[in-house]
């Protein structure tokens, strides 16, 4: 059983408009969540975390968590062309192991 | 702002081969990790490393891996005979006690087996 999902395809966004990305987990074991940007060929970078229910933002980004549905979402508003990338959500289990989704390819259109 | 140091940037190796790559944690960072990305797949966690031992590791993290932090400052990760599978992006991560696995990536190491 897949710990953490990321379903969507590709999402190809306008400039200026919301991007909106959705993650959901498989055990509820799980307390803390996190969103990581990947640019092609390079390392994630952790731009978002989330422990408790209800929604966190941090510029233009915001996490939602939904423990009773086990679902994390990442919205990302005003999106610029320099938010094109690959967007990981992890959950982290155990002694601060990190399980990632395969992650959700965020195309944004001049 | 403090990054994590990965080296070399790229390897190549034959398959059979023993590779070790190294990397330089955050300074007063405590908890350490190996993970790698095979080409168009999801990141995977390969081990942690806490106070000299290994806290966890994955399926993965057979015989063949072992990790070591020779000195104060490197870490490192030795794969004692390659395979064409082992060919990935390999990542360390470091992370503080309160970090509660926010942690900081290197910018990677591409190992390529031939």
């Known amino acids: 059983q897949k710990e953490v999902e990321q379903n969507s395809g590709p999402l190809s966004v306008p400039e200026g408009a919301i991007a909106s990305l959705n993650c959901t987990y498989s055990d509820r074991g799980s307390q803390s969540f996190f969103w990581y940007r990947q640019y092609s060929g390079k390392s994630p970078e952790l731009i978002m975390s989330?422990?408790?229910?209800g929604d966190k933002e941090d510029g233009r980004f915001t996490a939602q968590l939904n423990k009773a549905s086990q679902y994390v979402s990442l919205l990302i508003r005003d999106s610029q062309p320099s938010d094109s990338a690959t967007y990981l959500c992890?959950?982290?289990?155990?002694?601060?192991?990190?399980?990632f989704g395969k992650g959700n390819q965020v195309v944004v259109i001049p | 702002e403090p990054e994590v140091t990965q080296t070399p940037s790229h390897q190549v190796t034959q398959m059979g081969q023993e590779v070790i790559l190294r990397c330089v944690p955050i300074s007063n960072h405590l908890y350490f990790y190996w993970y790698r990305q095979i080409l168009g797949q999801k990141v995977e966690f390969l081990v942690s490393f806490y106070n000299n031992e290994i806290s966890e590791k994955s399926e993965i993290f057979d015989d063949q891996f072992s990790v070591e932090r020779p000195d104060g400052s490197n870490f490192t990760l030795k794969i004692r005979s390659t395979k064409l599978e082992d060919s990935a992006m390999y990542f360390c991560?470091?992370?503080?006690?309160?970090?509660?696995?926010?942690?900081?990536f290197g910018s990677g190491t591409r190992l390529t087996v031939v």
């Open positions: 989330i422990y408790s229910n």
């Open positions: 992890a959950g982290g289990y155990g002694n601060n192991r990190l399980a």
């Open positions: 991560a470091s992370s503080d006690l309160q970090a509660s696995g926010g942690y900081t």
